[in-house]
């Protein structure tokens, strides 16, 4: 995984000064333990330890040491379907974390279902922590006849809302059908309380009235795989192309 970071609010054609170089370099961090195919990952706050998750549903609590990162422990969640784009895609810290302890993992579960859990970080017991494994969302595609296009970025906005990035699983009328989270950007406020699951709508969200549904914050994606906050405020979507184009948007409420 590379993360790419804007080093500066650039608007407009860039200049010589602007394109000097980017303030970063990467270095190999060798993973020691059972842990393959990492999809996704997070450091704790203030910490050099992070939380990853692979495919197979494995998330994986890792220490940085010296130059490599060290399993500390691990669990599996069950259920996850692997197959095509299937599998355990995303994790996410909430962003109260350093008094909740709560993360997020986006899955499959079947070709036709994705799912958002919520987990209780436990720095002592966490071969244990799947036992605090509460569901947020799963969505269904009974049209669905491949594994393609489920959940991508989960991301949270400065109100503590959570953003669900949905495909339209190969379906690609769900994208412009307002019924369905699929093919959008949806907008959630998880339960945060420790036995509750689910999810609260947010009163601010665009399409409260009507037929639509109500955590449809943007609409009109193909597979809007990854997402990401830049300095200057704006949250940049990468969306997976077909056979001719990528996309990068720039998330906007209610925006097609």
């Known amino acids: 995984h590379v993360v790419l970071l804007f080093s500066s609010c650039i608007i407009g054609p860039p200049n010589d000064q602007s394109v000097s170089g980017l303030p970063y370099s990467f270095e190999k961090v060798p993973l020691e333990g059972d842990f393959a195919t990492l999809t996704d990952f997070k450091f704790l706050p203030n910490s050099a330890e992070f939380l990853a998750v ?3 549903g494995k998330v994986g609590y890792f220490r940085l040491s010296k130059s490599k990162a060290v399993l500390v422990a691990s669990f599996t969640i069950p259920d996850v379907k692997v197959e095509g784009d299937c599998g355990a895609s995303s994790l996410q810290l909430d962003p109260y974390f350093k008094d909740n302890g709560l993360f997020y993992v986006g899955y499959c579960t079947s070709m ?4 958002v859990s919520r987990f209780t970080f436990d720095n002592q017991y966490f071969n244990a922590v799947l036992l605090s494994q509460r569901e947020v969302i799963s969505t269904q ?3 669905a006849v491949r594994p393609v296009h489920g959940v991508g970025s989960i ?14 699983k190969g379906i690609t009328t769900n994208a412009q ?8 950007i949806i907008r959630l406020l998880p ?9 609260d709508v947010p009163g601010d969200n665009p399409f409260l009235e009507g037929e639509s549904n109500p955590l449809v914050y943007a609409y009109g994606f193909r597979n809007p795989w990854r997402g ?13 192309g077909s056979s001719r184009f990528e996309e990068i ?8």
């Open 54 to 56: 692979s495919r197979i």
């Open 112 to 115: 036709q279902d994705n799912t």
């Open 141 to 143: 595609e009974s049209r």
């Open 155 to 168: 991301n949270f906005d400065n109100e503590g809302a959570m953003l669900i990035h949905f495909g339209e």
């Open 177 to 184: 059908d307002m019924r369905s989270p699929l093919g959008k």
């Open 191 to 199: 339960n945060r309380d420790p036995e509750g699951s689910g999810y």
């Open 228 to 240: 990401v906050y830049g300095p200057c405020g704006a949250y940049w979507i990468a969306e997976v």
């Open 249 to 256: 948007n720039m998330l906007k409420p209610g925006a097609n």
